[in-house]
């Protein structure tokens, strides 16, 4: 299928971007418009949506390496949730960052004060996604799938990456047969895609591992959000979901992180309950099982000290987070890095440490990982700042620091001048990672009601959920929770659809 999707005439053009527009506002495909496409004084009371930007066509995209990605997923759930019960691995992981990343240090002091009075919650839940992009050495070689990313908190695009994969699905069924270069629908393996289900799924089972309540309230989930927040069709997906559950019936309530404190109470007594009394029903208060951080990822969700206060509150809660702040520290680049930077006799894997006795996945995480190096004065370190600041070499490597949230990598030939603002001391927070050369693919993306044509780059991500206890080192709760892929144009670094460069996908396996 190296001629798929095939030109479409102007004409075909104008009839796909109509029925795509009214499918996704039909059907919450859809984002609160940017500023950019309408001011904020044209809809002051936020009645508007947009159609999300999508692909017209599923990507193809290698069997071999979707099957890779899925079949390796809850080893990787079974990893970080080991590896959020490594306090003593985390706290060394904080100190190899050191005081260059303020944030993460902050972090760790919110873990160290709910330690020292001791945690009333040791149930953790994670809704987690590894991002991946197709690997070829060369034409005709096997592609692979190689690890760009695994994220711990606030792993969005669930709600509409179904809704992606629904879309294509419908448009393969009503209108790709009536093109000129006519796409049968044989033609087309569109794999399943229960994102929003398998995601409120792990809600879900949190919800009922938490227990009955121990308050005269009734129990809730709390989704914990920023402030105009133009993704929410995403998350309602997931909380529409969670209300679908009949029994238990499951209420939802949406949170500003800035308005933690103002909201919410600790229950008297030893145990903490977290307690949650909505704005519009002042006599109504609920038990909090549940807290869904879609917020407080990065610094600009924590502006002052009451917002750590915040956090401390919620962290030392008897609800259970997703995630905890041992495994939002988890989540960060310098773990993926210590993971994934080659072997020597003197650097050892520490992937046996988590996934005990089981070679077969150790085998399968490796195959996924990516060249990752420390940018600090161990021997990997000193050779990947040589790498870093020449003009050459430079240009096969990213640059990230321990953000979340996209926009943050420096590519290639902008490393080094960019090293150069950063003290050296500073250095150590970022990790050098080997570009993925990905094979070529073009698509049709609908942006803001225009098309664009030409070469693109797919990036997928496979769900995952899980519910372990921190205290007795078990898991009970391990699934995968359906994929997202995500495709930019191929002159785009970043692949953030929120971030305004990259747009939703779904997979065509060829």
């Not at 971007?17 to 919450?28: Q, R, Y």
């Not at 904020?40 to 999300?52: F, R, S």
């Not at 809704?163 to 069924?173: D, F, G, M, V």
């Not at 990213?398 to 926009?407: F, H, I, M, N």
Request: include cysteine; proline fraction near 7%; aromatic fraction near 8%.
């Amino acid at each position: 299928m190296s001629d798929y999707p095939s030109e479409i005439s102007p004409k075909e053009g104008e009839r796909l971007v109509e029925v795509i527009k009214d499918w996704a506002l039909a059907n919450g495909l859809t984002v609160r418009p940017p500023p950019t496409i309408i001011a904020a004084e044209a809809d002051p009371a936020g009645i508007l949506a947009t159609p999300v930007p999508v692909t017209l066509f599923p990507s193809p995209f290698p069997q071999v390496c979707f099957n890779q990605a899925t079949s390796v997923q809850k080893a990787y759930n079974e990893l970080y949730a080991s590896i959020s019960q490594d306090e003593k691995f985390l706290a060394h992981i904080v100190k190899e960052i050191g005081d260059s990343d303020d944030f993460i240090t902050e972090l760790w002091k919110v873990h160290l004060r709910v330690k020292e009075e001791g945690y009333v919650q040791h149930k953790s839940l994670g809704l987690f996604r590894s991002d991946y992009m197709v690997h070829q050495d060369g034409t005709g070689s096997t592609p692979q799938i190689k690890q760009v990313e695994f994220n711990t908190i606030a792993s969005s695009f669930g709600g509409l990456s179904s809704q992606t994969s629904l879309l294509h699905r419908y448009l393969s069924s009503t209108e790709y047969q009536f093109l000129g270069n006519a796409i049968k629908k044989d033609n087309l393996k569109l794999p399943e895609n229960g994102s929003a289900a398998g995601l409120a799924g792990g809600i879900r089972h949190a919800f009922i591992e938490y227990g009955p309540s121990s308050t005269s309230h009734q129990k809730c989930v709390i989704f914990l959000i920023q402030g105009g927040e133009r993704n929410i069709f995403d998350q309602r997906h997931l909380e529409y979901e969670l209300q679908k559950s009949q029994e238990p019936s499951i209420p939802v309530f949406r949170l500003p992180f800035s308005e933690i404190l103002q909201h919410t109470a600790l229950a008297e007594g030893t145990r903490r309950q977290l307690l949650y009394r909505p704005p519009q029903l002042p006599s109504h208060t609920f038990e909090v099982a549940v807290v869904y951080f879609r917020s407080g990822y990065g610094p600009g969700d924590y502006p002052d000290q009451s917002a750590w206060e915040a956090r401390y509150h919620l962290e030392r809660s008897a609800a259970i987070k997703c995630p905890t702040v041992l495994t939002q520290v988890a989540g960060t680049k310098k773990v993926q890095q210590v993971l994934a930077t080659p072997e020597t006799p003197s650097n050892p894997s520490i992937l046996p440490r988590y996934i005990s006795g089981d070679t077969v996945s150790i085998s399968n995480l490796a195959d996924t990982f990516t060249n990752i190096y420390p940018l600090d004065e161990s021997e990997a370190g000193l050779k990947a700042r040589k790498i870093a600041v020449d003009p050459e070499l430079c240009k096969g490597y990213v640059l990230k620091p321990q953000r979340e949230g996209g926009g943050n990598n420096i590519y290639r030939s902008s490393i080094p001048p960019f090293l150069k603002t950063v003290p050296e001391s500073h250095w150590p927070s970022y990790i050098l990672m080997e570009l993925i050369t990905p094979p070529p693919v073009k698509n049709t993306i609908l942006r803001n009601g225009k098309l664009e044509h030409g070469g693109v780059i797919c990036e997928l991500g496979i769900y995952g959920t899980c519910i372990w206890d921190q205290q007795s080192k078990t898991i009970s709760h391990n699934e995968r929770a359906g994929y997202l892929l995500r495709t930019k144009g191929d002159q785009s670094e970043e692949g953030g659809v929120a971030a305004g460069f990259g747009c939703m996908d779904s997979c065509n396996l060829v």
